[in-house]
């Protein structure tokens, strides 16, 4: 592991390998697509009872690290990974996995967390951790826009402009990347699904791209309530992603319209978690989306997920639109 217990690709898979081992046949790996430069983007699904593929069991989704400088995101992933892969797991995630299949992709962005991780050993002024994919392009905007909805002005929402961070790309699944999520989505089509980001210390849910509430707006807060009842020691704020500021072209909002998926956004580490901490950290702006303690933030967040995803299945069967 590299410095403050950040995992190297390898060592990420090479763990992801051995809880997938340690599942008793309960848990599969396979590789869903490649990235831009060929890396794999893997998708790990465990089951209660074993079995090579999903099957027509309810599903649930968590993706991580779809920027590619959010790294923390992709650290609690495994760590869920883990614990659903336990020979004999916690109450709550027995009871999670009794009522549905979960898949994990743990790094949806590999190019751009590869290089992330390389600039902290860079010897250069400034390393840069980049968000955006080999493309130049901002992942969480490359996805299609829901019914009805026009573009907006705010460059934050989505842009056509490559110079800038939040570059949606020519089309929506124009990426490799994007375009492996899908394919996986539409085979799952998941009732519920939990998107690990960082930063902000916020859970924020659809609709992303319009103002009006979602239908399951209800469902959501219930979904964000369970995450906040079950964290150990920071409580995140909850919010409808519109208000906080609007996403055009977002995942969780393509999610919601394509299947009704309960898709929300775990923001983990809070603002400048760790450039805050130490001014001699600005240089590497991996800091600024990072805390120096990640195990602390993941203990924090591991329970809350398990939480929130069984709350979103059951309102998701209740509820169903």
């Known amino acids: 592991m590299g410095r403050y217990d950040y995992h190297s ?29 060929r890396l794999p983007i893997r998708a790990i699904s465990i089951k209660s009872d074993g079995g090579d593929a999903p099957t027509a069991r309810p ?18 992933a495994l760590a869920l990974v883990e614990d659903l892969c336990r020979d004999q797991p916690a109450p709550a995630v027995a009871r999670l996995l009794a009522g549905c299949d979960v898949t994990v992709v743990p790094v949806a962005n590999p190019d751009a967390r590869e290089a992330s991780m390389a600039s902290l050993s860079g010897s250069g002024l400034v390393n840069w951790a ?8 901002d992942l969480n905007r490359n996805w299609p826009f829901p019914g009805g909805v026009v573009d907006n002005w705010l460059p934050l929402s989505g842009t056509s402009n490559r110079r800038l961070p939040w ?3 020519p089309a929506p699944f124009s990426e490799p990347e994007t375009a492996a999520l899908a394919a996986l989505a539409r085979e799952l089509r998941p009732a ?41 020691r920071w409580s995140y704020r909850a919010k409808q992603s519109h208000s906080w500021y609007p996403i055009i ?7 919601h319209e394509s299947f009704g998926t309960m898709a929300m956004t775990v923001e983990i580490a809070p603002n400048g978690a760790a450039a805050a901490k130490d001014a001699g950290l600005l240089r590497r702006p991996f800091w600024a989306a990072n805390p120096l303690d990640p195990a602390a933030h993941i ?13 979103g299945l059951t309102w998701r069967q209740a509820n169903g639109h």
């Open 9 to 37: 690709a390898g060592e990420l898979d090479a763990a992801l390998d051995a809880a997938v081992r340690g599942a008793s046949g309960r848990a599969n790996s396979r590789v869903v697509g490649e990235s831009v430069r």
């Open 59 to 76: 599903q649930a989704m968590v993706v991580a690290n779809i920027h590619g400088n959010e790294v923390i995101g992709s650290e609690l």
């Open 130 to 137: 980049p968000r955006r994919n080999a493309h130049g392009v």
């Open 167 to 169: 570059c949606r790309g």
């Open 192 to 232: 519920v699904l939990l998107n690990l980001h960082s930063t902000g210390q916020i859970l924020t849910y659809p609709w992303s791209s319009r103002a009006a509430p979602s239908a399951d707006a209800q469902g959501f807060v219930s979904m964000a309530a369970a995450f906040r009842a079950h964290q150990t």
């Open 249 to 255: 072209g977002s995942s969780n909002d393509w999610f």
């Open 299 to 311: 203990e924090n967040d591991r329970g809350a997920c398990i939480a929130a995803l069984a709350e």
